[in-house]
C-alpha cells in the first residue's frame, strides 16, 4: 500500500449539502502517531473468541448477531476498562456495515444493519452529555441490570454515593474490519489537531436508535450528529490504517467531557469514508460499536 494516498471525501458545503472534496490520506503505519491523548485514536490487537482462525472466514462469528451481544460486548467492555482504567463501561450498541448492495442475500445473511456513512462527521454532540449521564445513573442504581453488556468495577465504594453529573464521562467507537486486507472503501480518522471544531455543523439528516434496555424498558432515542463545513478547500489532515485483519481493533473518541471541558481538540476524532484509486477491490465489510465509560471522581 502507498504510503499516501489521493482520494475524496465530502465536506457540507454553504448550501448545506454534502460535496467532495479532495484530500491526502495518510497510511497512519508509516508514520508515528501521536498518544491516544492527543490525536483520540489509537490501533490496537485485540483477538475476540469470535475469531474464528480455524475457517476461511475468520470473522464467520461476527455475522450472529447474539454472539456479538452474549461475547463480543463483554469482551468490549473487559478490555477497555483494563485499558482506559474506567470505573463503568457499557457496550450498548454496535452496526454491521457493508459498502456493496444492502439487497445482496449475503448481506442480509449477514445481518448488516447499516451502509458507511457518507460525509466526514462526528456521532456525539456536547448537548447529548446530559442523556449519557442519565442512562449511567440508572445503570448504577439497578441492583439487576436484567443486561449482559455492563461492567462495574466493584471497590469498597458504594457507587450510590457518587453524583454521576461530576464523573468523567466518554464514548469511545471500536471499529473493526472484518473482510479483504484491502477493500476499495477504507475507513478515514480526521486528525482533531488540523481542523478548528467551529466547523462543525448539527444536522438531524442521519438518526440513529441504539438498543438501550433495562429491565426490558428501552432507552432508545434519536439524535443528531454533527457534519465538517468546507473552508478554504482546507480538509485537515486524513489517515487510515492499511490492510486491517479481525485482530486489529481501532478505537476513537466520540465524546470525551474531560478533553472538551478543558478546551482540548481530541475530545472527540471525525470520520468518514474514501476509496482507494485501484479498481476490482473487494466491498468493505466491518463492525463498528459504541462504548461509555465512566471514571468516578
Not at 72 to 93: C, K, S
Not at 95 to 100: D, E, H, I, V
Not at 197 to 225: C, D, F, M, Y
Request: proline share 4%; charged share 25%; aromatic share 12%.
Amino acid at each position: 500500500m502507498h504510503a499516501k494516498i489521493s482520494s475524496q471525501i465530502k465536506y457540507l458545503n454553504h448550501n448545506d449539502e454534502l460535496q467532495f472534496m479532495d484530500v491526502t490520506v495518510t497510511d497512519a503505519r508509516t508514520v508515528d502517531l501521536p498518544s491516544f491523548d492527543e490525536i483520540g485514536f489509537e490501533l490496537v490487537t485485540h483477538d475476540s473468541k469470535l475469531i474464528n482462525y480455524n475457517h476461511h472466514d475468520l470473522s464467520v462469528n461476527f455475522w450472529d448477531p447474539s454472539k456479538i451481544r452474549d461475547t463480543y460486548y463483554n469482551e468490549l467492555n473487559e478490555f477497555l476498562m483494563e485499558r482506559y482504567q474506567a470505573d463503568i463501561v457499557f457496550t450498548a450498541h454496535h452496526n454491521m456495515r457493508y459498502s456493496g448492495n444492502m439487497d445482496d442475500d449475503i448481506a442480509k445473511q449477514r445481518h448488516v444493519n447499516a451502509k458507511h456513512t457518507s460525509g466526514v462527521h462526528t456521532d456525539f454532540i456536547p448537548q447529548m452529555e446530559s442523556r449519557l449521564l442519565n442512562f449511567v445513573q440508572q445503570l448504577v442504581n439497578e441492583t439487576d441490570h436484567g443486561i449482559n453488556y455492563v461492567k462495574i468495577k466493584r471497590s469498597q465504594r458504594s457507587y450510590e454515593q457518587f453524583d454521576v453529573s461530576k464523573c468523567r464521562s466518554a464514548i469511545y467507537h471500536t471499529w473493526r474490519n472484518l473482510g479483504s486486507k484491502n477493500p476499495k472503501s477504507q475507513f478515514a480518522l480526521l486528525d482533531p489537531r488540523s481542523i478548528d471544531q467551529s466547523r462543525k455543523v448539527e444536522s438531524s439528516w442521519r438518526n440513529e436508535t441504539p438498543n438501550l434496555t433495562i429491565n426490558g424498558k428501552a432507552h432508545a432515542e434519536n439524535h443528531t450528529i454533527e457534519y465538517f463545513r468546507a473552508v478554504d478547500n482546507d480538509p485537515g489532515d486524513w489517515y487510515y490504517f492499511s490492510n486491517m485483519v479481525p485482530s486489529d481493533l481501532l478505537i476513537f473518541k466520540g465524546w470525551d467531557s474531560k478533553y472538551y471541558y478543558e478546551g482540548q481538540t481530541a475530545y472527540t476524532v471525525g470520520h468518514s469514508g474514501f476509496s482507494l484509486p485501484q479498481e476490482h477491490l473487494s466491498p468493505r465489510w466491518s463492525t463498528d460499536g459504541r462504548t461509555g465509560l465512566i471514571w468516578l471522581p
